[in-house]
Nanobody, 120 residues
Framework: QVQLVESGGGLVQPGGTLRLSCAAS????????MGWYRQAPGKERELVAE???????NYADSVKGRSTISRDNAKKSVYLQMNSLKPEDTAVYYC??????????????WGQGTQVTVSS
């Protein structure tokens, strides 16, 4: 079994900062790409940022320059630092990872989501 557990969401004022964390656990052989997605009410889930196992990153235009994705392979974790937050960043944020299990089965896993609300 593989689990992704997010933390760090909450209520923040416009212009504020937030750091999301996601830790993977379970029968993991290798973690490949990791990323963060978000889904606002009434909208489709969208990519926020992603990072390869080698550290190559990609960001949505809406967060580029305001966010930094990083990972700690030893801790099986991925992080998203968000600065200069805007009300339109309000959404449920989901961690995603492509994981190869100890049975050599590779698939995408999702966390349960963490709410980020940007409001004064």
């Amino acid at each position: 079994q593989v689990q992704l557990v997010e933390s760090g969401g909450g209520l923040v004022q416009p212009g504020g900062t937030l750091r999301l964390s996601c830790a993977a656990s379970g029968t993991i052989f290798r973690i490949n790409d990791m990323g963060w997605y978000r889904q606002a009410p009434g909208k489709e889930r969208e990519l926020v940022a992603e990072i390869t196992s080698g550290g190559i990153t990609n960001y949505a235009d809406s967060v580029k320059g305001r966010s930094t994705i990083s990972r700690d392979n030893a801790k099986k974790s991925v992080y998203l630092q968000m600065n200069s937050l805007k009300p339109e960043d309000t959404a449920v944020y989901y961690c995603n990872a492509e994981i190869t299990t100890t049975w050599r089965w590779t698939t995408n896993y999702w966390g349960q989501g963490t709410q980020v609300t940007v409001s004064s």
